[in-house]
Structures are given as structure tokens and as C-alpha cells.
């Protein structure tokens, strides 16, 4: 299997600052309700993105996407089920592909569909009636895009609350000088909150 590719990247953060920030403790609003600035909220949206990508992503320790997504997988041939790595799969967006001339193509949504099994793993299905190509080119003939990750509702990520408070420990070990002190603790609690969602083979 060829290595997945990022074609469009998240539009928002698994834990928005201002939820980092309140777990920081150093959340502070003015008179209307409004949050405002602190002078570390560059470096903790960079401490939320660097916690994102120790998880997620083909290199991430649990090989999975965080918030909605498009990712590119690449088969050197047609089979009638392509596995597609990056979970949780929302939907596919495309497949092509190309013959020994090099020509693209494009498939029918209508011939193809999505299959996920009870361990989240994830098919691109096509129809027992669609003949596969065979006239492929000689690698990468067969190009997938697809969404993957929790979807983005109301301009917010939906990931679940155990990813998100991994994410939280994470981020206050960084911060806080402190939090440093026991941080084999927090790596403990930070591993039993992600265990279950760990992949199961690549």
C-alpha cells in the first residue's frame, strides 16, 4: 500500500483554544463575555497542533484523523474492495483512474459504496455488476479521496471527550512547568484515555 497523502487539511482544532485555555487556567473574559488575548495563545495553539499530530495521520501513534479531513490513497491496481487506512471514514469525494496510456478517468459514484466493519476499519466497496479495469496503468492506476475524521458541526470539531481530554493532559505537561512533575502519570492516564481507539493493522 502506497502512503496516504493530505490533500486538504483540518479547518478547525480538535480543542479549540478557548477550551485549552479555560483547562490552562488561563482563560479570562472581559465585561461582555468575550475572551480575551493572553500573551501565550500562539504557543498553546501550537502545543493543541502539535498534541493533534502525535495521533493522528498515517505517522500519528493511533493512525487516525481527529476532524474532518481529505486524504489521497493510491493502489497500484483495481480490486473490489480497497481499504482505505485513515479513519473514522466519513465518505469518499473520488476514484479515478488512469489507463496504460496514462488517460484519467473517473467512476460513477453509483458503482461503488462505503463499508466499515465493527473494528472501524474502512472499504471502498465496488458493485458485484461494475467490471473493473484492467487496462491500468503500471503503478498508482487507482487514485481515492476521501473525508475522514469527526465532522466539524457549528464551526467546532466533534471529536470525542476521552481524545480531547489525551489532548488536554497533553498540552498542560507542555505548559506547565508543574504538571512536568508527574508527568508519567499524566503520559498513564493520557494512554488508558486513547487506548480504544488505536488502530488495528495499517
Not at 14 to 22: A, F, G, I, T, W
Not at 40 to 50: K, R
Not at 113 to 136: C, H, I, K, M, Q
Not at 187 to 202: A, F, G, P, Q
Amino acid at each position: 500500500m502506497h502512503r496516504p497523502v493530505l490533500v486538504t487539511a483540518p479547518t478547525v482544532l480538535p480543542v479549540s483554544l478557548e477550551e485549552m485555555k479555560q483547562a490552562l487556567r488561563i482563560l479570562e473574559r472581559d465585561g461582555a463575555g468575550n475572551v480575551l488575548p493572553h500573551e501565550d495563545d500562539d504557543l498553546v495553539t501550537d502545543e493543541i497542533q502539535s498534541a493533534a499530530a502525535h495521533y493522528e495521520g498515517w505517522t500519528g501513534v493511533l493512525g487516525i484523523c481527529l476532524v474532518d479531513q481529505t486524504w489521497r490513497q493510491d493502489f497500484d491496481a483495481f480490486c473490489r474492495g480497497l481499504h482505505l487506512p485513515l479513519g473514522p471514514v466519513i465518505a469518499p469525494v473520488s476514484v479515478t483512474w488512469r489507463n496504460r496510456a496514462g488517460q484519467v478517468a473517473t467512476v460513477n459514484q453509483a458503482e461503488y459504496s462505503l463499508e466499515t466493519d465493527a473494528g472501524g476499519r474502512s472499504w471502498l466497496r465496488f458493485r458485484n455488476a461494475y467490471t473493473l479495469p484492467s487496462d491500468v496503468y503500471e503503478r498508482r492506476a487507482v487514485t481515492v479521496e476521501y473525508r475522514a475524521g469527526w465532522p466539524v458541526v457549528e464551526g467546532a470539531g466533534t471529536v470525542p471527550a476521552d481524545i480531547k481530554a489525551a489532548i488536554k493532559l497533553r498540552v498542560v505537561a507542555a505548559y506547565d512547568e508543574a504538571a512536568r512533575d508527574g508527568a508519567k502519570n499524566l503520559e498513564r492516564m493520557e494512554n488508558d484515555l486513547v487506548s480504544k481507539y488505536r488502530r488495528w493493522s495499517i
